[in-house]
């Protein structure tokens, strides 16, 4: 163990020190202040993702801008969306695609997989889910034309659920899955 890391170590471990169990910056302030060694923060930084008390007690960074959905209760509102298996069709017996949708208050979920996503079986696959006994009284989709199909349309004004679309801007600001 060098001189520099048993340094750290007695820093960055003993409790009655400002600087323990603290992140870069704070560790780096307190080195320069006591100037036994000259180090950077990118060395500190890199120092402290090898131990193990600081890994573990990192906190966790979530993305920011999320959209706040209010509903009143079960089947108030769900979301759809199509997920892309195209690249593993040949495994999944040429089914290329799965209709998503997601009770949005109990996070209760359907999946149906679809061979194409033309209208026609993207509405045969809402019947299916709709015939489990659930109906919505909203369903919130993206602006694809799959969802915005004549025979889809019908499906959901026969159910009368109102109808909403969101609009993707970039494939960055997409969630994964919803």
Known sequence: MSA?????????????????????????????????????KYKIRKW????EPYSLQRPLRRPQNRTEIVVAGIDDQWSADLMDMVKFSKYNKEYKYVLVVIDVFSKYLWLRKLKDKKGESVATAFQDIFQTGRVPNKIRTDMGQEFKAKRVQTVFKRKRLIIFMRLMRSKHQCPSVL
């Open 4 to 40: 520099l890391e048993k340094y750290l170590k007695e820093i960055y471990y003993i409790p009655s020190n400002p600087a323990s169990f603290s992140g870069p910056d704070k560790l780096y302030n307190y080195i320069q202040k006591d100037g036994q060694f000259k180090i950077s």
């Open 48 to 51: 402290l993702q090898s131990q």
